[in-house]
């Protein structure tokens, strides 16, 4: 375990891997959500109250449930950073915020069209749709942050100190809709009981689940070794990657 924990921390094996990484994720990940969205719009039934409009749930469902995988992964990577000074887990911190916020904002936009035709209007200040408005707050605060220090050093520990703050609003959302009077629907999808949604219109959904965390994974990684290039500029094994001797 140990051997691998410090190989996480060179750059150079962390280019190196996620590169290979990327070159079969990337086509898989782009063929699952092509895969996805056919099958979704075209081959489900309509819903019996909400017709086609429901099928916004495609992009809508799995935009939102990555967008808060997405929180623990910088709020971790930002108590690693803080615990253990690993500049990598810095990095990785960083590339995850403007990911998360891109999903954050794709729900919460998908959720307002798909709230006109079901709630009449495009938004309420719903309990949930709040707290993932502030979801969305804290993502881009973690990146205006970081680029308001010129100490960067400085600057990943208070974007670490925000995310891990942060976390208190994750039970919050996944909450919400218990706590407090919502227009949510309660979770139709149970790991520990019944779904309540059927299974033809299920099983495309947790295929664009699945296929959005991929989606993910490649953005952090791509995000990730743009900034090992910026950060690492002045290196040898960067210098050997631009003249074409490097491993990329």
């Known amino acids: 375990m140990w051997p691998i924990f410090h190989k996480l921390g060179s750059p150079p094996w962390l280019y190196a891997i996620s590169g290979s990484i990327l070159r079969w994720l ?12 056919v099958w979704g719009l075209l081959f489900t039934a309509p819903d019996f109250r909400q017709g086609n409009s429901y099928r916004i749930i495609y992009i809508h469902v799995p935009a939102a449930v990555v967008a808060l995988a997405g929180y623990y992964v910088m709020a971790l990577a930002g108590a690693i950073s803080l615990i253990w000074r690993m500049k990598m887990a810095d990095v990785a911190m960083r590339a995850a915020a403007p ?20 709630w009449g209007t495009w938004w309420v200040w719903d309990a ?5 408005l502030i979801l969305l707050f804290l993502y881009l605060g973690v990146v205006a942050l ?14 670490a100190v925000l995310s891990l703050v942060g976390m208190v609003n994750i039970p919050i959302i996944y909450k919400s809709v218990d ?15 019944d779904s309540t949604i059927h299974a033809s219109m299920l099983y495309p959904l947790l295929w664009m689940i699945v296929a959005f965390y991929a989606l993910f994974t490649c953005c952090l990684l791509l995000n990730m070794r743009t900034q090992l ?4 500029a002045r290196t040898q094994w960067v210098k050997k990657l631009a003249a074409g001797t490097g491993n990329n």
């Open 26 to 37: 990337l086509p898989l990940t782009l063929l699952a959500l092509g895969i996805g969205m």
């Open 179 to 193: 706590w407090w009077y919502s227009l949510h629907q309660p979770a139709s999808i149970k790991f520990t009981g």
């Open 99 to 118: 990911v998360g916020a891109a999903l954050t904002f794709i729900a919460l936009f998908t959720g307002a069209v798909w709230g006109k035709p079901t």
């Open 128 to 132: 949930r749709i709040t707290s993932m």
């Open 229 to 232: 290039l910026q950060r690492e």
């Open 146 to 159: 970081y680029e308001a220090y010129d100490n960067k050093e400085a600057a990943g520990k208070a974007c």
